[in-house]
């Protein structure tokens, strides 16, 4: 059976006369005739379901208009309004629309906050007595969560949750449709769907992504087109009759509740009506028999029928003293730095563990869970043996999680299961009894049916649960990783749950333990497990992992990659250096920019009697005069330079280090500034760098620098130039100031002016002797102007 | 006020490239471009704030409490067609730009330049990000975007800069101006968009050039060609 929803109000409430700045909801007191008019032009035109007018009924959206007490009356009498209107004809679902406020961290709301607040209103819909509760047109997936659980807690009526998306399929924070359907469908929702934003002809392939990736009922509320605006009102342009021509492709689609959003009105709603009465009855074949984790913007499968995904082990402070430290001092760079290497490394999946003693586990492990989510878009693994902690984690989580990890043991249950039921998460079930750890494969199995019959118990699924094989070292038991194995076999057989597990195990007290673990590895994806827990930057690991999941087959894609990965990589080179060519190894060390590679060669030319003028002159300065050259020419770039720069610099330090009291001889001393109330100083650094590199005796007076700052220096150092530089229009006037305070304290040397903005006209008539655009020229200059004066 | 802040969960290595004054096909190591792009990601907190004001483009004014005119051509004719203007404050912080001065104190020339340009990357994805959002919510009104304009660019002076952030609500995300009309933290942006009713979004590509468009550094490795 198809259900119709009604159409627009907004529009209606307009044609009735609501004026624009007026709160809609306040009609339901103030003007409750016409509410119940507008819904029951509605019914008449064939609609089963009407929704309330409560769309902005809550505490932030009516403190816009200093209603923020009346949420329960506004809500009440809505419901009231549409039940006059509805009859025995059709029900009545209470709509929750945005509270316009992003949830942190992508806005400033708490989620607490936000729940409190759909709480609030979903409490008053359904105490005056609605059929069903439908969260519509919301944008961040956070905020549905919010609104979901919270109508969850205040009502037992069937929940619509409702997402809108823009014109590339996703919602504004970044959901797709196959994400939002594995989030939605875990935490609770009774039916998904989409509304507003888009026309039926852009809203049809998102139902078909979303009825591919959930087996709940689906659904749509179309705009009558997309908007515009003419003559000052927006209007929305498709015709009753367009927008029906569009319903049996989206009951094709698997949607079961269709309406209309924006611009809709009951003739839109008595067209749809006719085509559905004319639709034939349809099965929909839905494929949702997966187990899936996402984030807020990707879902990975898991399981026999998917690719092997890595689950990375490193966020753990267990035994990483460094890493305790920071998560205790409230430092998250390192989790943060882990995070992106270990998905760098090949980890699709990143378990979360807070486990430092002595901290509030439940505030890092959301700090960590706000903080991951905000920068890789990898589903997180919450790993914790505390239930607040994982509380914590799961609320902060704008996704489905994996819980890591659940034992048969009572209490771990009773606290587990709840929490991974009520926040849609999956859970890593390890098949521990209270009596202990089971040796036989046969034991474990037995122990994982049970955990299995409880979970479903709690009401998870089989897609909610992921099953742990045990792994123990082969140190102390030959026979042990065969059991692991033989465990990975039957569940695949006799439960067919995904199989998850930590290696490392295995290897403990032997020796080489990156090989043991490498080898069952490989071993253990051939007999089914689906998501190793690894430390992905282990090398031998990723080797052996690109060719096991190559050969398992499960991933077509493999052994593209992997032919890719290693037919790619280059081959040890040595490389041979001579006594005759040792100073043009330099040279072109520096100009290849080799900042590791050049103190060795450096360390050679001297012990083979190269003198420090030797090297400096033909190899160093040989090598930046032809970068320079190249710069200047178009042939490298700046980063090219720089990077020639450093390698100079560390060639520098290495004539110092080995011969500590040799001096270099310097081209003159230049005094380097960016003038007064220019606050950018990226350029005057970079300016500073090469002329350092290039011989110069460089004092860097900084940014912001005053021009009495600049005259006092000048007088201090004597500098032979001064180097001048403003980003911004609004500073230019600085350095005609600084070259006249200059000239007016008697300096004789040589000014030479940059920046963004500065142009060479510019620096005549600031009467600069000079102007460069860039380093690269500032260091020509400066030579020319002091060895020639001009 | 609306507040957005986006996640970044990338850099785009192409536009660090970009900013670091490499060319398109320059070889150079993308290892480090990707450890630049690595860093910036780590060291970024992207927050963006806007305020919506009605436009009367017939008096070149921003209908706030305190309307503010415009004068300069460039933001005038950037504007014509809108009936409301979103202005906007996006910064990643100040994390970035002391990362960057630290690593030039350490000799590491090329880091700090390359990090400094996967901020500017960082920034304008920021920018993109909010300026999605600030589309999305247009739209459901009908209204379509345009391109957003700083001041500072075309014959927009840059001294309007006080009076665009206090528009934005700025001071809200932690940003403020010098008495050089400089934005602190530097990794900022103040912009102005404005909302077109959908008939006039037909002549918006004629009408709004790029930034890049208005600057006579012709030779300049960053330059976006409109057509990009």
């Known amino acids: 059976m198809i259900y119709l929803f009604d159409g627009a109000m907004g529009t209606m409430l307009h044609q009735a006369g609501l004026k624009p700045g007026q709160c809609p909801e306040l009609w339901n007191i103030e003007e409750p005739a016409k509410i119940t008019a507008i819904h029951r032009q509605y019914v008449a035109a064939g609609t089963n379901i009407i929704e309330t007018n409560t769309f902005g009924a809550n505490r932030i959206k009516l403190s816009h208009y200093g209603l923020e007490a009346k949420v329960a009356a506004l809500n009440i009498a809505a419901v009231t309004a549409a039940r006059d209107a509805a009859g025995t004809h059709a029900k009545v679902a209470g709509s929750i629309g945005p509270t316009g406020k992003l949830i942190a961290p992508l806005g400033e709301l708490t989620f607490d906050a936000a729940y409190e607040v759909f709480y609030e209103q979903t409490s008053a819909l359904d105490k005056a007595g609605i059929d069903y509760i439908i969260i519509e047109t919301i944008i961040d997936i956070q905020e549905m969560r919010a609104a979901l659980l919270a109508a969850k807690a205040a009502t037992c009526k069937p929940i619509i949750c409702q997402l809108s998306f823009d014109a590339n399929g996703r919602t504004v924070t970044g959901t797709d449709p196959r994400t939002a359907a594995i989030t939605l469908e875990a935490l609770g929702a009774n039916v998904i769907g989409a509304n507003c934003s888009l026309g039926p002809a852009q809203l049809l392939p998102i139902i078909e992504t979303l009825a591919q990736n959930c087996s709940i009922p689906l659904s749509v509320q179309p705009n009558a087109g997309m908007p515009q605006l003419v003559n000052g009102e927006t209007i929305f342009p498709m015709t009753a009759t367009e927008m029906a021509v569009w319903i049996p492709r989206l009951a094709a689609a698997g949607a079961t509740y269709i309406g209309g959003c924006c611009g809709t009105t009951p003739a839109h709603i008595k067209a749809i009506r006719q085509v559905i009465d004319t639709l034939p009855q349809i099965k929909i074949q839905r494929n949702s028999a997966f187990t899936a984790l996402t984030s807020r913007t990707r879902a990975v499968s898991i399981g026999a029928q998917f690719a092997p995904v890595i689950i990375g082990e490193r966020i753990n402070p267990t035994g990483r003293k460094a890493l305790a430290a920071d998560i205790k001092a409230g430092n998250f760079i390192t989790v943060k730095k882990e995070a992106l290497a270990q998905i760098k490394a090949g980890a699709g999946i990143l378990d979360v563990n807070m486990g430092v003693p002595g901290i509030d586990q439940a505030s890092a492990m959301k700090q960590a869970i706000e903080d991951l989510s905000s920068l890789v878009d990898v589903p997180l693994a919450i790993d914790t043996t505390d239930p607040i902690t994982l509380e914590a984690g799961l609320k902060a989580y704008p996704g489905r999680a994996l819980i890591n990890s659940v034992t048969a043991e009572a209490e771990r249950l009773e606290s587990f299961l709840p929490l991974a039921k009520k926040y849609g998460a999956a859970i890593l079930c390890l098949p521990i009894a209270d009596s202990g750890v089971p040796l036989t494969a046969i034991e474990r199995v037995a122990v994982a049916k049970k955990l299995v019959a409880l979970a479903q118990e709690y009401g998870l699924n089989r897609h909610d649960l992921l099953l742990d094989a045990l792994v123990m070292t082969v140190a102390t038991d030959a026979k042990a990783a065969e059991e692991t194995l033989l465990t990975l076999k039957l569940y695949r057989e006799q439960l067919g749950s995904p199989a998850v597990m930590g290696l490392s195990n295995v290897s403990f007290g032997l020796p080489r333990r990156d090989l043991m673990n490498a080898a069952f590895c490989a071993m253990a994806v051939d007999a089914g497990l689906d998501a190793p827990i690894l430390n992905p930057f282990d090398p031998l690991m990723q080797d052996v992992w690109s060719a096991a999941v190559a050969l398992s087959g499960r991933n077509p894609q493999a052994v593209i990659e992997y032919s890719k990965k290693y037919v790619d990589m280059p081959a040890m080179t040595t490389t041979m250096i001579t006594a005759d060519d040792i100073l043009f190894q330099i040279r072109q060390s520096v100009i290849n920019g080799e900042t590791t590679g050049v103190a060795p060669l450096v360390r050679q030319a001297l012990t083979e009697n190269h003198t420090p003028l030797a090297i400096t002159d033909q190899a160093l300065t040989a090598a930046m005069n032809e970068v320079g050259q190249a710069f200047g020419q178009g042939h490298c770039f700046l980063p090219q330079v720089l990077l020639s720069a450093e390698t100079m610099r560390t060639a520098f330090n290495t004539i110092k280090e080995v011969l500590p009291t040799h001096q270099t001889q310097s081209l003159g001393t230049v005094l380097l500034a960016t003038v007064k109330g220019d606050i950018h100083d990226l350029g005057k650094n970079i300016v500073a760098a090469l002329m350092e590199n290039n011989g110069f005796t460089v004092i860097d007076l900084g940014k912001d620098v005053a021009p009495e700052t600049i005259v006092a220096a000048a007088q201090k150092h004597q500098p032979q130039l001064i180097g001048l530089c403003a980003l911004m229009t609004t500073t230019l006037p600085q350095i005609d100031n600084t070259i006249a305070a200059l000239h007016a304290n008697g300096f004789t040397g040589k000014t030479i002016v940059g920046g963004a903005v500065v142009t060479d006209s510019y620096s005549r008539q600031a009467g600069a002797d000079a102007y460069a655009d860039n380093g690269v020229t500032a260091v020509n200059i400066a030579k020319q102007l002091l060895t020639t004066g001009k | ?228």
Not at chain 2, 83 to 93: D, Q, S
Not at chain 2, 97 to 110: D, G, R
């Open chain 2, 1 to 228: 006020m609306p507040f957005y802040y986006p996640r970044l969960t990338t850099v785009d290595l192409d536009e660090t490239r970009r900013y670091a004054s490499l060319g398109r096909n320059v070889d150079f190591s993308t290892l480090m471009l990707g450890e630049a792009c690595t860093q910036a990601q780590l060291l970024s907190i992207p927050k963006g704030v806007w305020q919506l004001y009605a436009y009367d483009q017939d008096a070149h004014t921003i209908l706030a409490n305190e309307p503010v005119v415009l004068t300069a051509d460039s933001i005038i004719k950037h504007l014509t067609g809108a009936v409301e203007v979103a202005v906007m404050a996006v910064t990643i912080g100040l994390p970035l730009e002391e990362e960057v001065s630290a690593l030039f104190l350490k000799n590491q020339y090329n880091v700090g330049l390359l990090l400094d340009a996967a901020g500017t990357t960082a920034v304008e994805m920021t920018c993109a990000a909010v300026c999605s959002v600030i589309g999305q919510q247009a739209a459901q009104a009908g209204l379509s975007v345009g391109r957003r304009l700083s001041p500072g660019y075309g014959d927009w002076p840059l001294e309007l800069q006080p009076e665009i952030l206090e528009l934005a609500t700025g001071a809200n995300i932690g940003l403020s101006v010098t008495d050089t009309k400089m934005l602190v933290p530097r990794k900022s942006v103040t912009a102005i968009i404005g909302l077109y009713p959908y008939h006039h979004t037909l002549n918006l590509s004629h009408q709004q050039e790029l930034p890049c468009d208005k600057c006579n550094q012709t030779g300049c490795q960053a330059r976006k060609e409109t057509n990009e």
